[in-house]
C-alpha cells in the first residue's frame, strides 16, 4: 500500500497512489491516516495519541474516522495495493503497434537558440530538409505498422519545420487522399519558432493542425537571452504579432505556448503571466534540460525558487479562473476523471515503440531527442525497425524497471519519466533524473491541489 | 462534518478491465494530463 499525504494551500490531501484516489481532509484525519501509515500503534493507542494532540476532540469522533477510513478500504479507495508490477512486465512480450511520428522535415534552423538540444537543428549532424518522397513513405509505413489503430499522429518537428513548408503541405495533402480508404485519422501537428510564420501558413495550419505548439519563453528580455538569429539579434519584436495573429485566427482549436526557463528566470511565473497578459491562455513553460556545468543549468538555490513559483502560479492560476480570465498551465491539465488507464501509466510515453522520430533521410529513431546518436539508429522507413534489442529496452523502460520508481508515489503520474532526460543525465535510460524528478512531483502535487480548490472551493472548509 | 472528503477519479484499477484500447496520444513530457479517447 502507498499513500502519499501533504499540505498545500490551506488543503491537506491523502493521495492512495496504486488506485489513484485523492481525498481532502481535516487535521485529525490527515494525522490518523499518518499513522494508520506506520503501522505501528493499534486503533485504541492511535485513538490515545489523537485525543492527546486533539483534546476538543471526541473519542466518538475518532472512532467515526475509523469508519470512514475502513469503508474507503472497503471500496478500494485508501491503502490499495500494488498489482499492476507483473503487467509491466508482460509489456516486453507484447506487440506494439506504431502510433506516432515526428518527422524532422528540416534539420536547419532560422535562430541559433543557445540551449537547444537539437544544436541550430542539425542534431550535431548535417543539415538537411526532407524530401515529400520521404515524408509520404513516413506516412505509408505509419499506416503499414499501425494495426488497428485509428488516430495516427505525424508532428512536424525540426530544426524548423517553416523552412520545408512546401513538403510539410505535400505530406498534409498526402496523408488526407489515404487517410480515408485506411480508415485512419491523421492528426497533424507543428512546432515552430514563429519566424516564418505568415498569413498563408497561419490559414493552412489552422485548416490542418490538430495542434500547434509557438515557442515563446516570456518577458522580452528572457526570450531574446536565447532565443536569437545568426547574427546574435532577439526574435521577440518578430514572432509575438505573429503568434498572436496565429492564436486569435485559430479560433479555439489546440495550441500552446511553449517556452523554457532557465538559471537567468527561475523567477519563471513572471514569464508564464507574461505571455498571458500577451492574450495568450493555453501556456507551457519548461526547466531547462542539460549538463549541469552548464551556465544555463539550474542549480540547487534556482530549485527552492522554483518550487516556490510553481505554488505561486497554481494559486495565480485558481485567482484567474475565479475572476474569469482563465489559462491553463500544460503540467496542471490533470484529467483525474478521464485520464489515462492503468496500461498507458505503466508503459509511459511510448518512445522507442509506438512512437519514433524520422530524419530528413528517413532514418528511425526512438524520439526526437535521440537523433543524432547513432547508438540509438532503429531503422529506417523503408525496411522497418531492425534495431530489435532497442525496442525491447524501450519496452522495458517504464515505472518497474527502475528501483527508485518502485517506491516513488508520483510513478502512475510520470509513467517513470523521459527516457532522453535518463539518457542525458546518467548515461542510461532506466537511469532517474533526479531534478526532474523533484520539479515533476512539485507540479503534481500543485495540479491535484488545484483540482482539491476547485472542488471544494478556494479555501478549505474544515 | 465529514472529515474525508473524497474526489472522483478513475479508478486505476477498474481500468485494468477497460483500458488499454491503446487510441490515446503519445505523450511527452518535456502522460497524467491526457483524456482517454474512451472516457473523454
Known amino acids: 500500500m502507498m499513500i502519499h499525504q501533504y499540505k498545500l494551500n490551506g488543503f491537506d490531501i491523502v493521495l492512495d497512489v496504486n488506485s489513484g484516489s485523492v481525498h481532502c481532509v481535516d487535521d485529525v484525519a490527515y494525522d490518523i491516516i499518518s499513522l494508520f501509515c506506520e503501522e505501528k500503534l493499534t486503533r485504541d493507542e492511535i485513538a490515545e495519541t489523537i485525543s492527546a494532540k486533539y483534546p476538543d476532540i471526541t473519542s466518538e469522533e475518532i472512532f467515526e474516522v475509523f469508519e470512514d477510513i475502513d469503508e474507503l478500504k472497503k471500496a478500494g479507495k485508501i491503502f490499495t495495493s500494488d498489482i499492476y508490477e507483473p503487467r509491466a512486465y508482460d509489456l516486453k512480450n507484447r506487440h506494439t503497434e506504431i502510433k506516432a511520428l515526428c518527422l524532422h522535415v528540416a534539420h536547419t534552423c532560422n535562430l541559433d537558440c543557445s540551449y537547444c538540444f537539437a544544436a541550430q537543428g542539425k542534431f550535431n549532424g548535417e543539415r538537411g530538409i526532407m524530401s515529400l518522397e520521404t515524408g509520404k513513405r513516413a506516412l505509408d509505413f505509419l499506416i503499414e505498422n499501425a494495426g488497428n489503430r485509428v488516430n495516427l499522429e505525424v508532428d512536424f518537428f525540426g530544426g524548423e519545420p517553416l523552412l520545408n513548408w512546401e513538403v510539410v503541405k505535400g505530406i498534409v495533402k498526402y496523408g488526407r487522399e489515404i487517410e480515408k480508404e485506411h480508415g485512419k485519422n491523421f492528426r497533424f501537428t507543428l512546432t515552430t519558432n514563429g519566424v516564418g510564420v505568415d498569413d498563408e501558413v497561419i490559414e493552412f495550419a489552422n485548416k490542418e493542425m490538430h495542434n500547434v505548439v509557438l515557442s515563446l519563453d516570456g518577458r522580452k528580455e528572457v526570450h531574446d537571452r536565447f532565443r536569437k538569429y545568426i547574427d546574435g539579434r532577439g526574435s521577440y519584436d518578430d514572432v509575438v504579432p505573429k503568434f498572436q495573429r496565429f492564436v486569435e485566427a485559430r479560433g479555439g482549436k489546440n495550441y500552446y505556448m511553449r517556452g523554457t526557463f532557465t538559471h537567468a528566470n527561475p523567477d519563471f511565473t513572471n514569464d508564464v503571466f507574461h505571455m498571458a497578459d500577451l492574450g495568450f491562455d493555453q501556456l507551457s513553460m519548461e526547466p531547462v534540460v542539460c549538463p549541469s556545468d552548464d551556465p544555463s543549468s539550474l542549480t540547487e538555490e534556482d530549485k527552492k525558487i522554483v518550487f516556490e513559483q510553481y505554488e505561486i502560479l497554481a494559486k495565480e492560476m485558481l485567482r484567474r479562473k475565479k475572476e474569469e480570465r482563465p489559462f491553463t498551465f500544460y503540467h496542471y491539465m490533470l484529467d483525474l476523471e478521464g485520464g489515462p488507464c492503468i496500461y498507458k501509466r505503466i508503459s509511459g510515453c511510448g518512445s522507442g515503440t509506438e512512437y519514433f522520430a524520422v530524419t530528413p533521410w528517413g532514418e528511425l529513431f526512438p524520439c526526437h531527442q535521440f537523433v543524432g546518436d547513432s547508438r540509438f539508429k532503429m531503422g529506417d522507413i523503408w525496411n522497418g525497425v531492425t534495431a530489435e534489442e532497442t525496442v525491447k529496452d524501450f519496452k522495458m523502460c517504464n515505472v518497474y524497471a527502475r528501483e527508485e520508481c518502485k517506491s516513488c508515489w508520483a510513478r502512475l503520474y510520470c509513467s517513470g519519466g523521459c527516457a532522453a532526460n535518463a539518457l542525458h543525465s546518467t548515461g542510461s535510460i532506466r537511469g532517474v533524473y533526479e531534478q526532474g524528478c523533484e520539479l515533476f512531483k512539485k507540479r503534481v502535487e500543485c495540479a491535484i491541489m488545484m483540482k482539491v480548490a476547485e472542488t471544494y472551493g478556494e479555501e478549505d472548509e474544515n | ?40
Open chain 2, 1 to 40: 462534518m465529514k472529515r474525508i472528503k473524497t474526489i472522483e477519479t478513475r479508478n486505476l484499477k477498474e481500468s485494468l478491465k477497460d483500458g488499454g484500447c491503446g487510441e490515446c496520444q503519445t505523450s511527452c513530457q518535456s502522460v497524467a494530463n491526457q483524456p482517454c479517447e474512451k472516457v473523454k
